[in-house]
């Protein structure tokens, strides 16, 4: 490997200790925080009336920083093109088809469409289009963070102790995983 900045090279087999390691406190972290994530979300989710919930820290001198706020997203309502022979008879019929639809006309189509009696109908024309779904949007699964700079930036301060447990990890070798060689009766 190429020195740089006058740093030692480092062998590949370090290399790849070091990237196994961090694969490994990636997972294990991933294994500890992901269930207290979802948890949250799974709150969200059933509470009946609830789309948020905002996180605030505490401080010392009393009173709490703002961290974020974590959102159930709202999906908008759309059509989507399922069976694109089907819109393209419809198109054709409507003598919007060279070879393809154009796809000014299949923006304007999904633009004007409306969901009626369980149909898709195009409201220029009135006729039930065929090869089109419909998705009325609403609450989604998914829930997410937004965070507040300042608060995150005085989190991070708080959680200061992972980067100190981690800050070796750059520079770990196989030496450092040397396990020391007892004598008999030790």
Known sequence: MPETDNAPTVGQSDLALRAAVAYRVKKRVAEICDPVIEENAEHIRNTKGTRSLSAEMPLPEGGTQPLGTFTRTM???????????????????????????RPSFEKALLSRLVWKDSKVVDTATGE????????????????????????????DALLGFVDVALENLPHLTADDFALPVLEAGE
């Open 75 to 101: 999906a908008k309502a759309k059509f989507r093109v399922e069976d694109p022979k089907k819109v393209l008879d419809y198109a054709d019929e409507l003598g919007e088809t060279e070879y393809v639809i």
């Open 128 to 155: 039930i289009v065929e090869g089109i779904s419909y998705d009325p949007g609403g609450l989604t699964d998914t829930v997410s963070p937004k965070w507040n700079d300042t608060g995150m930036e005085a989190l």
